[in-house]
Each structure stands twice: as structure tokens, then as C-alpha cells.
């Protein structure tokens, strides 16, 4: 199939999908806490109905940055897709793409002048922990492995079996990830209800519209990430029971979790790493880890 | 990569015309019905068999659109039904372990 036709399809189907599973992901924190809840497709009405909003912009917004930052983070998760489902390339780019969107987390509160926004700008650098497990889970997968290519990791794991046998504290690092992505999560400092939505206050219309198309892909990406390289070749049933699966569990966490303060967000975050971090080591070195 | 994104683009319209028709039939403040609608059930289990059990395109996109139209209700509506198809359609798909249309 030719490469453009590829990366549309794929786009389109990591946005379907990932508006399908945050809308499910909606759905069981409304059915924990006792609530009907909206319907799974609401999310994704949701985002197609802010493309045809009215879009205000504030007199406070840095009026170019404020306008292109949504695309970029448009930009860089269509880059995820094509990293990861497309070309299943290096993880070290994926690590890369994420590392970029906390950039553009910060940029787009920044931009918007509003305190709110602004806040939500500070804590993204303090939210910037949550990569620090996200390499160390990188970095182990290397060392296993001896690629970071996610197509050779997939072949690995046809000889070897799933990764998640064999290291299963880094695929916890990186559930982390996933979890702290997730909305309503624990350690979402950005976008604490504090700060009204976060970096995402003072974004209108068409622009609300991209920020909730990026949220889809990324969720998606993340999920197709995390199955690949820890749950080994999976068929697209394999997939959709994971990402299913994933969402309900998060979906789950966050229903019952409060939201952490910033400080203990870091210092959850960086705990669990350092002992996942530690015990992966420890299996590593010891020769539990083959 | 062509079909699931059909499958998914049908699902998701079935979905939102299921939304549309039950808010046009159930305009009441939620409810949590307990009645067994059995016209719906079977429109959700042809659907769920089709969409998983076909192994044909078209008849797996019209399957996904119809289990998206039960599924898609407004809230309280259309869960018993969903749940039925897709027991239904898991048992059908783990039996013949073959598409349908492949017998």
C-alpha cells in the first residue's frame, strides 16, 4: 500500500480508537462511582463537535505561538503513528515524541496567559518524572533485547515470548506512563481540576478540537506501544482486548484514586521507578533475565 | 489496515445513529430500564456474529454497525441487548474458529 495512504488509514483508526477507548475509559469511572455515564461515543462527538465551534481567542494569548502550538501537538503524535504502527521504528524517536509533547504541554499554558494556563505550564516540568521511568523501561527493553527497534523487538518476542515475563517491572514503569496520561489520573498535575482544565483552559473551538484529536492519537499510541513491545506479536484482536483491557484498568485506578498533590505525584512517580528501576537491574545483573 | 479502519468508521456511525434514535424514542430523565427489548437483542447478536464470524468486509461492516446501533443507546438503554450479542457472537467465533463464509 502506498506510504501516504498508509499513515491516513492509520491516523484515522488511532483517532477512532483512541476516542472509542477514552470515551470507555469515561464510561467505567462514571460506573465505579455510581454514575450512568455518558455513551463510549460521546468522546468522540465530543471532539468533532469543537471543529465547528466558534473559536474565541483571548486578549491575554501570545497569538502565533498560541494558534501553532495545537498543531505541533497534532504534529508530533501523527509522528507517533508513524514511528510506531507504520513503520514500527526506533523507540528512542517515540521517547522523543513524548519528551517533545511535555515541551509543547508547557509551551501551550505558557501561551495562553492566563494564570491557569500558566500554572498548568509549571507543573508540566515537574510532570516531566514520569519520563524518567519511561526511559529507564526504554533502556531495559535495549538491554534485553539488543534493539530499539520495535519491529526487531516484535521478532525477539516470536523466539523469546512476551517481554512482560521477563521484565515485568519495566512494563510496570511504563504502565506508569500510560496511567499518568490518562485523564482523571492521580498524577495528571496539569491538568488538575485546580486549574480548571489546565494548559487546555483558554483553547476554543477548532483549537480545542486538534487538542482533543491529539489526546486520541496519543492515548491510542501509547496503548499500541505498550502492548507491542511487552505482550509480544499480538493480532489485531490481541490489540483490541489489550487496549480494552488497559483502559478499564486505568479507567478503574482513576475512578478511586484521588488527584496527588504535585509534590507527592513526583516523589509516587520517582519511588516506584527507582524500585522498578532497581529490581530490573537486580534481575539483569543476577541472570534472572536471560 | 483498509478494513479496520472501515470497521471502526461503521461502528462509530452505528454508534451515533443508535444515540440519535434512542434520544428520539426515550426523551425521560435517565432510567436504568430492566426490560428485555428482543427486536434489539437480535439486531445486537446479528450484529456482533456478523461483525466477528463473517470474515467478509461489507457483511463485517454492516455486522459492526448494527452492534454500534444497540450498543450506541442512551444511557441505560441497549446494555442487556449488547451484552447478549456479544456472548452470543464470542461462543459462535470460538466454535467454528473459521469464518462463516469460508464453510
Known sequence: ?290 | MLDYMIYLITFAAGSILGLLYSYKQHGEPFVAVTKFNVPFAIVSIAGWVLGFCSGNVILSAIGFLLAGFVMGERPGYGRKETAVGLIIAIIVYVLLKRPLCMM
Open chain 1, 1 to 290: 500500500m502506498n506510504l501516504m495512504a498508509e499513515i491516513l488509514i492509520q491516523v484515522i483508526i488511532a483517532f477512532l480508537a483512541g476516542s472509542l477507548l477514552l470515551g470507555l475509559h469515561r464510561k467505567v469511572m462514571a460506573r465505579v462511582q455510581k454514575r450512568p455515564g455518558p455513551p463510549i461515543v460521546q468522546q468522540l462527538i465530543h471532539s468533532l463537535k469543537f471543529f465547528f465551534k466558534e473559536t474565541a481567542f483571548p486578549k491575554t494569548v501570545s497569538k502565533v505561538f498560541y494558534i501553532g502550538i495545537v498543531f505541533i501537538l497534532a504534529l508530533i503524535w501523527v509522528v507517533g503513528v508513524i514511528v510506531g504502527p507504520v513503520a514500527k521504528d526506533s523507540l528512542l524517536i517515540l521517547f522523543g515524541v513524548y519528551a517533545v509533547y511535555k515541551i509543547v504541554e508547557h509551551n501551550s499554558g505558557s501561551s495562553s496567559g492566563s494564570p491557569y494556563g500558566k500554572l498548568s505550564c509549571v507543573r508540566a516540568v515537574l510532570s516531566a518524572a514520569t519520563e524518567l521511568p519511561l526511559f529507564a523501561a526504554i533502556v531495559f527493553v535495549y538491554m534485553v533485547t539488543g534493539t530499539m527497534n520495535i519491529g526487531e523487538i516484535i521478532t525477539y518476542q516470536s523466539v523469546h515470548g512476551p517481554l512482560i515475563y521477563s521484565i515485568p517491572l519495566a512494563a510496570l514503569m511504563f504502565f506508569m506512563l500510560i496511567l499518568t496520561k490518562s485523564p482523571y489520573s492521580p498524577f495528571a498535575i496539569t491538568k488538575d481540576k485546580v486549574l480548571i482544565s489546565g494548559f487546555e483552559t483558554e483553547h476554543f473551538g477548532f483549537l480545542r478540537g486538534f487538542m482533543l484529536f491529539s489526546e486520541a492519537i496519543a492515548w491510542y499510541v501509547l496503548l499500541w506501544v505498550f502492548l507491542t513491545i511487552f505482550f509480544g506479536p499480538l493480532n489485531a484482536v490481541g490489540y483490541l482486548i489489550g487496549m480494552i483491557v488497559i483502559s478499564f484498568v486505568t479507567g478503574f485506578i482513576n475512578a478511586t484514586t484521588p488527584l496527588l498533590s504535585p509534590n507527592h505525584s513526583v516523589m509516587t512517580q520517582i519511588t516506584i521507578g527507582a524500585i522498578c528501576f532497581a529490581g530490573t537491574a537486580l534481575m539483569i545483573f543476577t541472570g534472572v533475565v536471560a
